[in-house]
């Protein structure tokens, strides 16, 4: 079983669209994340979400929410879409696991979204 | 606030050579850290992590200690192969009781290993 999956894998659609991405993972974990990957390579965070509080990222746009219908499920909702959009978008979770009071925990990625904005 | 630097790529190294991919951080608190590899095409997986001073991760060949005094947490390996060819990214955790755990990734370094 895939701990952490997301659906659709390739995302192709137009400027000015609504698209969804769906992420789920089976591994009980506490706090879900999504992430943005550009084409350099770099990692931008953009929402975690445990059962306390949504953090937002106050760089990502309005245009992007988050739903959790449930503890094992973070989806991304992208409203208006842009072509500076286009980016590879991963889901991952991670356990709290607490030592000392740091966590020790490692974070769990899915396989990765490929959206393309036409 | 927390944040990784790490070295800047690409780097492209000939098989069997030495690897030494340099991260530092900064943290408020007392954090984990860690080492992610990204192959062409997959997700993030975890190569090897640390969680206190001193303490070495190792994975595949793959060392990295924590340093506290130095703030760092180099990644090495003593005869890289074809297939080490990945982005590494460094990365620390931090716990806060409001929000969680939350991870911190360095801009990745992108190996290519050539036969």
């Known amino acids: 079983d895939t701990a952490v999956s997301q659906t659709p894998k390739y995302l192709v659609t137009q400027m000015g669209n609504d698209k969804s991405i769906k992420c789920e993972q089976n591994?009980?974990?506490?706090?879900m994340y999504w992430y943005k990957q550009d084409s350099k390579k770099f990692l931008k965070i953009m929402f975690s979400y445990n059962n306390k509080e949504l953090i937002i990222n106050e760089t990502v746009p309005n245009r992007f929410s988050p739903k959790s219908p449930d503890k094992a499920h973070l989806n991304l909702h992208i409203n208006s879409l842009e072509l500076g959009d286009s980016a590879v978008y991963f889901c991952?979770?991670?356990?709290?696991?607490?030592?000392?009071?740091?966590?020790?925990?490692?974070?769990?990625f899915g396989e990765g979204s490929r959206l393309t904005v036409l | 606030g927390d944040s990784v630097t790490q070295m800047e790529g690409p780097v492209t190294l000939s098989e069997e050579a030495f690897l030494t991919i340099n991260c530092t951080y900064t943290a408020t608190g007392y954090p984990s850290l860690f080492w992610y590899v990204q192959y062409p095409g997959e997700g993030l997986q975890l190569l090897l992590k640390a969680t206190k001073a001193d303490d070495k991760g190792s994975n595949k060949g793959f060392e990295a200690t924590y340093r506290k005094e130095t703030t760092s947490f180099h990644l090495e390996k003593g005869s890289v192969q074809v297939s080490d060819s990945a982005v590494y990214f460094c990365?620390?955790?931090?716990?806060?009781?409001?929000?969680?755990?939350?991870?911190?990734f360095g801009t990745g370094t992108s190996l290519t290993v050539i036969p």
């Open positions: 991952a979770s991670s356990q709290e696991a607490l030592a000392g009071g740091r966590n020790t925990g490692e974070l769990f």
């Open positions: 990365a620390l955790s931090d716990y806060w009781v409001r929000t969680g755990n939350q991870f911190y």
């Open positions: 591994l009980g974990h506490d706090t």
